[in-house]
T-cell receptor, first 115, second 116 residues
Framework: EAQVTQNPRYLITVTGKKLTVTCSQN?????MSWYRQDPGLGLRQIYY???????DKGDVPEGYKVSRKEKRNFPLILESPSPNQTSLYFC??????????????FGSGTRLTVV | AQSVTQLGSHVSVSEGALVLLRCNYS??????LFWYVQYPNQGLQLLLK??????LVKGINGFEAEFKKSETSFHLTKPSAHMSDAAEYFC??????????????FGKGTHLIIQP
């Protein structure tokens, strides 16, 4: 089944403890992106990638890192999480430029709580 | 920069009534527009998209949207609401930057409530 898989689905962690949220897609998509969803704010783009080793910042990149060493994987890294990073995170992918009419396929989300 | 504004964070309609969710966009280039739906505890699912082929776009589950350039709008409608339509709906526009098209910019969402 074609899908975007995120792990874990739920995560509770403490301030400052490094964590990684994994994202993998099995559709051979070029484009991948990370969003965070917060009540009243909608979805905001954190980072995106247009191909292997090509990544760039979105609207809210502070406190996050990403890497794209393989086409299928796009992990999100929080090196020193803080409570304001408590949020629902979505990974998304697209075969062709999503902003040019192709849109994204989304994962099921990761709910992160930082205490 | 491209942006979208969704009017109404919550919309309540009776089962069987018309559903109208409003979205206005701002874009300096011809826009590509999307509607996504999010059911509780799930990811986002594409409902429909506008790619300039036709101004009236039909999507899944009986939804449709009309692109009106003069009004910079892309409102989502469904003639008869069903209880299963209760969800969060997001309007989005294609993003462009110096590096080219780089994703979607989303509105803040509209929570659709269906009254029995």
């Amino acid at each position: 089944e074609a899908q975007v898989t995120q792990n874990p689905r739920y995560l509770i962690t403490v301030t400052g403890k490094k964590l990684t949220v994994t994202c993998s897609q099995n559709m051979n998509h070029e484009y991948m992106s990370w969003y965070r969803q917060d009540p009243g704010l909608g979805l905001r783009q954190i980072y995106y990638s247009m191909n292997v080793e090509v990544t760039d910042k979105g609207d809210v990149p502070e406190g996050y890192k990403v890497s794209r060493k393989e086409k299928r994987n796009f992990p999100l890294i929080l090196e020193s999480p803080s409570p304001n990073q408590t949020s629902l995170y979505f990974c998304a992918s697209s075969l062709l430029p999503p902003g040019q009419g192709y849109g994204y396929t989304f994962g099921s989300g990761t709910r992160l709580t930082v205490v | 920069a491209q942006s979208v504004t969704q009017l109404g964070s919550h919309v309540s309609v009776s089962e069987g009534a018309l559903v109208l969710l409003r979205c206005n966009y701002s874009s300096s280039v011809p826009p590509y527009l999307f509607w996504y739906v999010q059911y509780p505890n799930q990811g986002l699912q594409l409902l429909l998209k506008y790619t300039s082929a036709a101004t009236l776009v039909k999507g899944i589950n009986g939804f449709e949207a009309e692109f009106k350039k003069s009004e910079t709008s892309f409102h989502l409608t469904k003639p008869s609401a069903h209880m299963s339509d209760a969800a969060e709906y997001f309007c989005a526009v294609g993003r462009y930057s110096g590096g080219g098209a780089d994703g979607l910019t989303f509105g803040k969402g509209t929570h659709l409530i269906i009254q029995p």
